[in-house]
């Protein structure tokens, strides 16, 4: 669960222009984060089935929004790969 800290913070990095908060760029970031604090959370609980789905469904939409971003914006697409440094 990301705080509204974090999740500021990140919009903040990641916006287009100022009230930008729901750009696939955005989108991407928030689910990255939140892939990433689950997958620690499965590292430690790796019983945990439930969690385990979610983030299953995390990663498939976390790659429909960059298969999204590579077929209309593919520099935008590149640009975030690397500052995310996520594998393509």
């Known amino acids: 669960m990301l ?7 990140i919009v903040g990095e990641h916006q287009k222009h100022d009230k930008d908060t729901g750009s696939a760029e ?11 604090e689950l997958a620690t959370h499965l590292k ?3 019983k945990d089935n439930h969690s385990r789905r979610g983030l ?3 990663v498939s939409k976390r790659r429909k929004l960059l ?21 393509k």
Request: hydrophobic share 35%.
């Open 3 to 9: 705080t509204k800290r974090v999740k500021s913070k």
């Open 26 to 36: 955005v989108q991407t970031a928030m689910l990255s984060r939140q892939i990433d």
């Open 44 to 46: 430690k609980n790796p």
């Open 56 to 58: 299953l469904k995390m």
């Open 67 to 87: 298969a999204y971003l590579q077929k209309n914006d593919a520099s935008g697409y590149s640009k975030l790969i690397k500052k995310l440094e996520l594998k």
